[in-house]
């Protein structure tokens, strides 16, 4: 049994296949076509912090695979009354076949995991976002390669990260450090990346700036997230001081290659981390970006039940 609960979770090899495996199942749903592979499986989907988009990805996901999901929040379930995660996990993973969950520690996600009978997906935790990588990356290989050989674009390319060293910087740094590209990070002094949360194999992956131009220089893709992430709401006011100099606007784009492509996993805030000419701008690829989260979740789904197809 395999979960995802890191990036890292996943081999070379397996995360090739779930490329390309979504590109399939894109052209299907896009074409109409039935995809019912996961007929009478049935995904518990776990959330203590707030979703738009990884919810509905998930359960419009499963149902188009001809299976069901159960929604279970921290308010309306025993999670918010203190019943322990291991037995929430024993219980809940004896009743469904798999389960997504967006919470707070990865301690919390890797207890649950430990006492599931069914895999567990990441679903976002403080530290990372696998699902969202997985998203962004099988876009930058629909803009910019091959989804028949979706690794080779990837090769030798510059991603700047502008913004705070959050669960999606983490990830970035594990996708990096996988797959042969290198993370230019330029974060405010005091939200620094601590590259020993991503567990790194080698420190050749990525590159820190203090000025978020410089992180910006030749850039394949440029990409930023909010200021505060959830979890971090009473820091929120400091951070609009602290994080003032790391809007991606069009000077900063300007130093990207020509044909850079922009990038943010939503939701965004117009004029603090991003300008409004940027995000709604031709570089912008924010709306594949999102809609990609289904495709891939659904590759990623059928990959952890039911192997290479
Ligand atoms: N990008 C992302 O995970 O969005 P939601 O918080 O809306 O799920
Ligand atoms: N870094 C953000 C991502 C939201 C999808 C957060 O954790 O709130």
């Known amino acids: 049994m395999k979960h995802f609960l890191q990036f890292t979770d996943l081999t ?45 990805s998930f359960e419009a ?8 999901v159960v929604h279970l929040t921290t308010g309306d379930s025993q999670l918010g009354r203190a019943e322990p995660i291991e037995d929430s996990a024993k219980v809940i993973s004896r009743m469904v076949d798999l389960v997504m969950i967006r919470t707070f520690g990865q301690d919390k996600i890797n207890s649950f995991a430990a006492n599931s009978r069914v895999p567990v997906i990441n679903g976002l935790t403080n530290e990372f976002h696998p699902c969202q990588i997985l998203a962004d990356l099988f876009t930058f290989i629909e803009h910019r390669g091959d989804t028949q050989h979706p690794l080779q674009c990837l090769h030798g390319k510059v991603v700047a990260w502008v913004g705070d060293g959050n669960n999606m910087a983490n990830t970035w740094l594990q996708a990096a450090d996988m797959l042969g590209f290198t993370v230019h990070l330029s974060t405010p002094s005091g939200y620094e990346v601590d590259p020993t949360i991503a567990g790194l194999r080698s420190p050749d992956s990525y590159k820190v700036f203090k000025d978020p131009m410089q992180a910006c ?61 940027v995000i709604d701008g031709p570089q912008s690829v924010v709306w594949d970006e999102a809609e990609n989260r289904m495709h891939v979740q659904k590759a990623l789904m059928e990959y952890l039940l039911l192997g290479k197809q």
Request: aromatic share 10%; with cysteine.
């Open 12 to 56: 070379v090899d397996e995360l090739a296949y779930v490329f390309t495996r979504a590109s399939v199942i894109k052209r299907k749903f896009k074409a109409y076509e039935k995809h019912h592979t996961l007929a009478d499986r049935t995904l518990a989907m776990i959330f203590e912090k707030a979703s738009t988009r990884t919810r509905v």
């Open 217 to 277: 220089a030749g850039a394949d893709l440029v990409t930023t997230d909010v200021w505060t992430s959830m979890g971090y709401e009473s820091e929120n006011a400091v951070r609009q001081e602290a994080f003032a100099d790391w809007c991606v606007d069009s000077d900063m784009m300007a130093q990207a290659k020509s044909n850079a492509l922009f990038m943010h996993c939503l939701p965004a805030h117009r004029g603090e981390e991003v300008a409004a000419d």
């Open 61 to 68: 996901g499963m149902y188009q695979m001809g299976g069901a």
